[in-house]
């Protein structure tokens, strides 16, 4: 699989030596103190190691600098990766990504590459720009996302509407978490929700299947809607939705040979209310599902030690942003949805989502560039 | 419009595909079949426009939605492929492929009306998938070009080199955009940009396929192995896409649809 010389060949089994023997010690290493801690990472050891990467642009071009920016090296690492993954996708409940190799290999991979970038920084032109975005790019988010990433922190808050909150539980922390104070606090002005209308369809009551059978059919239930399914056409004669009660739909059902009528009120139920269906026959009967969330907003204060006072709405994707923290809208009641009294956040301390931005950027550049490289003919 | 009419629109379009296809391979017809195969294509697209108005939000959510936008995109990418370096198979290959999943729609829809959840409501939705889909499409017709240059290269010919490099290029631009803009979307849905999601374990994986072929071919590796892993890559490829679904491995996955 190698080049055609010689040479290159023994350098590239080199190189397999040694990525083998540092996967060996890793998995060693696995053996004797379990998985990987990544707390250990935590500042200042990433800048430590931050500084021993910059080194690697102060090495003067040579035999050391180029073994380490070998493509050689590149190809076998990024298999390895590869594979790595692979069997992180295939075993179930595998703990690969906090492994003692998988961490030396990423390692490896941010040597080889922080190399390769010293080394063509070294001859600079144009023309190196899109390697460049590429691969400083990637750099900068493999540094952020992996060393960089022991810092960052996330905890979950509860708040209820009315009142403010500055204590949080470090998530993935399971049972021992303790609540901690955190240097912000969260008041909830208010707690809104919007729902998709409820639907409705047929289902056998003795195996809780939806009709017809294998192509389940549900329509929406709003006012006037029709429907038809297995032997009957529906439709929706009134509908109510009152604070606190389930939404209701008045169903009727013709059924189409015979001409016979069933009607009544159907209702999902909820915490406050019993579910209603209308039975068709002895099995089959007309029944609603929840309705599904459409939005849900919270209105907030936030608070910060300096004095500070941000309002803003944070919704599924559109978190708040104060300084080095993001707060995002995580939960809420989802027994009483609409009439849900709290709203759960998960913020989110990453001092280096700034330099994540910029290899993002970076990259986004750098595969546009791939699109002019591959259009040559 | 709704998914009923369906097999007007992609009927009507393989019509147009495959007589444009057979046109371009008479020489007297060539430009005729041009304009057919363009028809196509925008008879397809009019049905996906279509679907997004009467849906009110982009048809991309469930399978079979994807492999609407599949079809639409093979289509597109092997008339340009063909277009700028006049290999007439590709197009037959395209049309083929989007043959195959149009007639999967009309047979297996999967596509229960479903409504967008909080979570898709982004602007990341939209460029996100469609660009992994167009990636898909352009590495799909290189594993295409690499069966034929396998079958070549026994001859001595490498003729199909410098096509499949392209489109390789090109398809790893469009996956990297898919993964970023996907990354981006997360940290903002999530908090997180990457949590080794299975499906993002299994892009992970596509990418790292690709990302060793452009390499080892910058170091000129031997071609008769090298050019196996294309086929390799798109079968890891189609895991990513079609086959997460079904690994124990990714159960309890955010990517299953």
Redesign the interface.
Known sequence: MVGKSERKRKIAVEEVIIISAVLIAGLALQFFSGPFDKRFLAYPVNLVFLGLLALVFFMKKGAALSRMASGTLSVILLAAVTIAALWMGLVPGNMVKVSWPFVLLYLMLLVNLTAITALRLKSFSAKQIPFILNHVGLLVLLFSAGPGSADKSRFFMTVMEGSTEWRGEPSGAGKDAQVVELPLAIELVNFSMEEYPPKLGVVDKTTGEAMPLGKPHFFEGTLNAESQIARWEFRVDSIVDRPRYAPAAYVLATEIETGTVNEGWVTCGNYFQHFKILDLTENLCVAMTFPEPKSYTSNVKVYTPDGQVKAAEIEVNSPMTVGNWKIYQFSYDTQKGKDSEYSVFELVYDPWVIPLYIGFIMMLFGAITLFWKGGKK | MSWNEFIYFAIGSLLFWISGTILIYTSKGARLGNILILSGIVLFGSFIVGLWIGKGHPPLRTMGETRLWYSFFISIVGFVTYL??KYKWIMGYSVVVAGVFVFVNLLKPEI?TT?????L??VWFVPHVTVYILSYALLGAATIASFIAIKELKKGEYGLM?LI??????G???L??GM??G???AK???????S?D?KE??A??TA??Y??YI??R?????LN??LWLLPLAFVLLM?TWIGVNY?????GSIHVY
Not at chain 2, 247 to 251: E, F, V, W
Request: proline fraction near 7%.
């Open positions: 700028h370096w229960h409504n967008l959840m909080p979570a409501q982004s410098p490099d392209n489109l390789v290029y090109i790893l631009g469009f990297m955009m970023l803009m990354a981006l979307w903002e849905a999530w908090g997180d940009f990457w080794w299975p374990v299994w992970f994986i790292g396929a990302l060793v390499h080892a910058i170091l000129k590796f031997r192995l090298l895991i690994l124990p491995a990714a159960q």
